[in-house]
């Protein structure tokens, strides 16, 4: 699983804050659009050393924890950081937003702990599906944060926070969303990690590069996972086993390299993690009943 992502990161990675003017300038907050969350990257799964609320408009695929639930609707979704998550947007506009904080930013505030709100608690379900009506309240609340944010008044997070609290107390008052709850089960959660990781590897785009991720081992311990446990969930799911995915992912990526690149056999070789060029023909032949050579002469 990827290291967990701290504050600092978040604001260095999506709002271009450097380290320096953080601690000077930045509180522990901040509210973005679900398109200026998104920006063309993709969201690695894994723990936040933050709080998240977040407000979807339209079809999601959330992976957070064991499960992956697919949210199609008005949701309010709240994350804890000792949960991991990612988030996946099935529709090419999602209307929302975000907004993060520190604990520290919640319980100087409260003179208690954020943790003891029920909704924050390890086990709880996080989605809380909106009717139109619901849906209004919540988006004035995100509307009245995004102007605080832009004032310059002294006590503006004072405000937010008291915002922020009635969001809570908006969810806890309606029941978690049971029915996303029976979607999608563990096993394909972590099957659609794997196949996501397994993705991200591709294309090498240089000869210098080194495909790393060969194996399945590397693959259960990037996400925690013991390899049987791994290996078991995605057969299961796929009817293939982790390594025959692997193994038809290279051999894509050796074909493509093969027809659309100027580089010579050795640099793909090398590019594709072969630790020599035999080894690199042996696969490819028994992959594909060719030989790379001929293979790139006939294409």
């Known amino acids: ?17 450097s380290l320096s003017e953080l601690s000077i300038k930045t509180p522990q907050f901040a509210i973005l659009t679900n ?30 924890g064991d499960k992956s639930l697919e949210i199609d609707g008005i949701a309010l979704v709240f994350f804890n950081p000792d949960v991991p998550y990612t988030v996946e947007m099935l529709e090419e ?6 907004f993060i904080f520190s604990e520290a930013y919640i319980n100087d505030y409260l003179r208690s702990n954020i943790r003891d709100f029920p909704l924050f608690t390890n086990g ?22 995004y102007q605080e944010m832009a004032t ?35 096993k394909t959660r972590i099957t659609n990690v794997f196949l996501e990781l397994l993705d991200r590897q591709f294309p090498v785009e240089s000869p210098n590069e080194e495909f790393e991720m060969r194996s399945a081992g590397n693959y259960a311990g990037k996400m925690g996972l013991h390899i049987n446990y791994l ?39 090398n590019s594709l993690g072969f630790v020599d060029l ?22």
């Open 231 to 269: 290996n078991r969930a995605v057969k299961s799911v796929s009817g293939k086993t982790t390594t025959a995915h692997i193994t038809e992912r290279i051999t894509s990526e050796a074909i493509t390299l093969l027809k659309h690149s100027d580089w010579n056999i050795s640099e793909i070789s």
């Open 152 to 186: 310059n008044y002294a006590y503006k997070h004072d405000l937010i926070r008291h915002q922020i609290l009635e969001l809570i107390h908006i969810a806890q008052q309606l029941m978690p969303s049971e029915k996303i709850y029976q979607n999608i089960d563990s």
């Open 124 to 145: 709880t379900k996080p989605v809380y599906l909106l009717s139109k009506v619901q849906e209004k309240v919540v988006d004035n609340i995100f509307k009245r944060v």
């Open 93 to 98: 506009t999602n209307y929302g937003g975000y």
């Open 35 to 64: 398109e200026e969350c998104i920006n063309g990257a993709t969201m690695k799964y894994r723990r936040r050393d933050f709080y998240k609320v977040s407000l979807f408009k339209g079809r999601v695929l959330l992976h957070y």
């Open 1 to 17: 699983m990827e290291k967990t992502e701290m504050l600092e990161d978040f604001y260095k990675e999506k709002l271009n804050i």
């Open 278 to 299: 035999s080894h690199f023909n042996h696969f490819f032949k028994k992959q594909t009943k060719q030989a790379p050579s001929s293979y790139r002469s006939t294409s």
